[in-house]
């Protein structure tokens, strides 16, 4: 068995030296907290959860689910974990991000074969087998060091997180309790705007100030998935009605009918003593966030415990730099997982951790990666990965990058196709490897 070195204890890193370490080999594992903290990391614990607490809709037959369920017969430590500290989400798969990341790093100390080095690592070679999951945050020497290895195909957009309120601080008067189409009971709780008050809250939202992103050029990329609610607002009055803010399945018990609009509030940890506001990842001044988001009927007194943040998220230009086992073309040794291979979202890099090893512990054991079938959610993803693309954007979990499996008209009966056809496939997969 071999020594091996995974730099960064996130979501992909944890997989992989978990991966590893049960297949026998000695895993280094990196992780540079609390010598060093991003802009958005401020725990030491392993697999911080850096915004939202959510991993998704659970159902096998929607794309985040489907690829989960394959992360499941792949052996993923995080989802594992995740359902021993799951909160109520509705049709949703969330964790108490606090418990998740203290079980994650539990799990990684004592797993046999694991050695954690706390510093961060500057000086990437193709010296020993090497798996990079230092995050889409991946900044300094480390950074530099890639951007060679890599001819400088390097690219960037910009992401954004969303606020974080106090449940005592709310007023649940104004707010009822919902999820939308009655799917999930109670998880949520629902801010209902009447035609007015929308209108006068998306003037306010239009004409916030929003804070400068120190030391980057204007007119930044913005990854449409996390586009700032201010940004999404001034494309049209409606814009937000459509989008986070759409009130489709809801029904407010006070009036009897569907809000005009509403603001959803999802529980950050298992007490519910916080609230996430969906989908109002933001990037306003800390001031305005409080001077806006307070006029949400509800949240009027709230209590910002965090405010919503914009930062810069790296990846690599995979198509042209990876080879389809998620190594540095050019390398013999060096492999790449996670968020910065191109991937986008919290299972997706941690998903792409467990197959960095799998690939990597192949080659250990003398033998070529056999590719996953394309069927599946995460060979779609790898796909992806490897398809040349003059403009590639990192990609997440959706049903669109499989290939049809077709003529199904009903929705529901085509996604449940899919995701039988995927696990008959991953199964073959696994037995044949
Ligand atoms: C602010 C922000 C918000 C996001 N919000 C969401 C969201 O709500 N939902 C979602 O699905 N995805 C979100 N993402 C995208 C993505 O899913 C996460 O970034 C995810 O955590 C990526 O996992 P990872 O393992 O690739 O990297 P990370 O989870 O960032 O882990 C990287 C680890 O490497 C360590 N590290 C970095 N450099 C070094 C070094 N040189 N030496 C040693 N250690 C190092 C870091 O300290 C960290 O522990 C967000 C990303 C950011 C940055």
Request: glycine content about 10%; charged content about 25%.
């Amino acid at each position: 068995m071999s020594i091996v070195r995974v730099i960064g204890a996130g979501l992909a890193g944890c997989e992989a030296a978990y991966a590893l370490a049960v297949q026998g080999h000695e895993v280094l594992l990196y992780e540079q907290k609390p010598v060093r903290f991003s802009p958005a990391h401020h725990s030491e614990q392993f697999a911080e959860l850096v915004c939202s607490n959510s991993f998704k809709a659970a159902r096998i037959e929607s794309a985040a689910g489907l690829m989960k369920e394959e992360m499941r017969r792949l052996g993923s430590l995080c989802l594992e974990v995740a359902d021993t500290c799951a909160v109520p989400a509705g049709g949703a798969l969330a964790v108490d991000r606090k418990l998740f990341s203290e079980r994650m790093t539990q799990r990684i100390l004592q797993t046999k074969g694991i050695t954690l080095i706390r510093e961060e690592f500057t000086d990437l070679d193709d010296s020993m087998p090497t798996i990079v999951a230092t995050g889409p945050l991946t900044e300094g020497k480390l950074a530099e060091k890639l951007s060679a290895f890599t001819g400088g195909k390097s690219l960037y957009f910009f992401d954004a997180a969303a606020p974080i309120v106090s449940a005592e601080s709310l007023d649940y008067s104004k707010l009822f309790c919902q999820s939308r189409y009655d799917r999930g009971g109670d998880d949520y709780w629902n801010a209902p705007f009447d035609k007015a008050g929308y209108e006068a809250f998306y003037n306010e939202l239009i004409n916030a100030e929003v804070a400068e992103l120190h030391g980057f050029e204007k007119d930044q990329p913005v990854y449409e998935g996390c586009m700032p609610i201010e940004k999404l607002a001034k494309r049209g009055l409606d814009a937000a009605r459509y989008g986070p803010m759409k009130p489709v399945g809801l029904r407010n018990p006070m009036t009897g009918h569907r809000p005009w609009a509403a603001v959803q509030l999802r529980k950050e940890d298992a007490e519910g003593s916080m609230f996430n506001l969906v989908g109002f990842q933001t990037n306003l001044k800390f001031g305005e966030q409080k001077r806006v988001f307070s006029m949400i009927p509800g949240l009027e007194h709230a209590e910002f415990v965090r405010y919503g943040v914009m930062h810069r998220n790296s990846f690599l230009d995979a198509p042209k730099v990876l080879d389809g086992s998620l190594r540095l073309c050019g390398t013999h040794q060096i492999y790449i997982a996670g968020q910065l291979s191109g991937v986008e979202g919290y299972m997706e890099s941690a998903a792409g951790g467990i197959l960095a090893a799998r690939f990597l512990n192949s080659r250990l054991c003398g033998r070529e990666p056999v590719k996953l079938p394309v069927e599946t959610m995460l060979g779609s993803l790898m796909h992806y990965l490897g398809t040349e693309n003059r403009d590639f954007q990192p990609m997440g979990a959706n049903m669109g990058i499989l290939s049809p499996v077709g003529e199904i008209k009903d929705k529901k009966e085509r996604y449940r196709a899919y995701a039988e056809r995927a696990l008959t496939a991953l199964d073959e997969w696994l037995e044949k490897e």
